[in-house]
């Protein structure tokens, strides 16, 4: 991956410890802080199902000992088909993720897509994330950063690792140092994706968390006409190699009856295997970070 002359700085860098976001409390992710997991159905299908899922996520990772945020979109405003279900909205969306937030106690993740989403979204969620195709988007990176609140950039599958940088210039530009950037793969023809895991150097060299998300990683994008495909067999070595690399935290869209999400089924990690998966990686997490 050649790096231009003004970005050798940053791209040579080794991939060690980046600076501390701190989420809550009780959470932080980078800076030498334990591995954290975010991860939730694609879509907020209903409030039930969120909770239910929420509070399985939150005890499988409190077995092990991962840190856990709940991720799930309120709106999916990029579907491949205008028919696709996008999900209950901003209101009805923010309500469900308060409940998730409150009864289950866990963070919550979710995206916005307009600018003017962002104050009402920083009032309930503790990290705003900026959609792929949107991380470009100034007014938008903006606005969120303006919040106050941890801002999540999920790197473009049109991007290059090193023009990450600008996105978080932009989130900076308000005062707000709270960023983490996130891998998702990069488009490879058409209705595929790569990991050039190379990239995932390229970011921490800028000194914020990386985080490597395993699951849009697989997804073929439009690969089945009206909607997305994907081959989540391969998430599990896709995640332990980022491990291997070094990340700080995992993100995976995960879903208890993949057949059957209303989002993303295809790319999702089924339920079942998110305990061996969180075992694996966190093992291959401890070495990387012993030696």
Known sequence: MPARASDRSAADLPPGRTREVRITADLAIGGGA???????????????????MARVLRETARRIGVPYIFKSSFDKANRTSAASFRGPGLADGLRILKIVKEEVGVPVLSDVHEPDQAEKAAAVLDVIQIPAFLCRQTDLLVAAGRTGRAVNIKKGQFLSPWDIRHGIDKVRSTGNDRVLVTERGT????????????????????????VMDATHAVQLPGGRGESSGGEAAYIP?????????????????VHDDPAAARSDGPNALPLTQVEGLLKAVLSIDTLVRSS
């Not at 907020?44 to 969120?50: D, P, V, Y």
């Not at 490879?188 to 990386?210: A, I, K, S």
């Not at 070595?237 to 869209?253: K, N, Q, S, T, Y």
């Open 34 to 52: 334990p591995l954290a997991f975010i991860a939730g159905p694609c879509v907020i299908e209903s409030e039930g199902h969120a909770v239910r």
């Open 187 to 210: 488009t490879f023809g058409y209705q595929n994706l790569v990991v050039d895991f190379r990239g995932l150097v390229v970011m921490r060299g800028f000194g914020f968390p990386v």
């Open 237 to 253: 070595f896709l995640a332990r190699a980022a491990a291997a690399v070094g990340i700080d935290a995992l993100f995976c869209e």
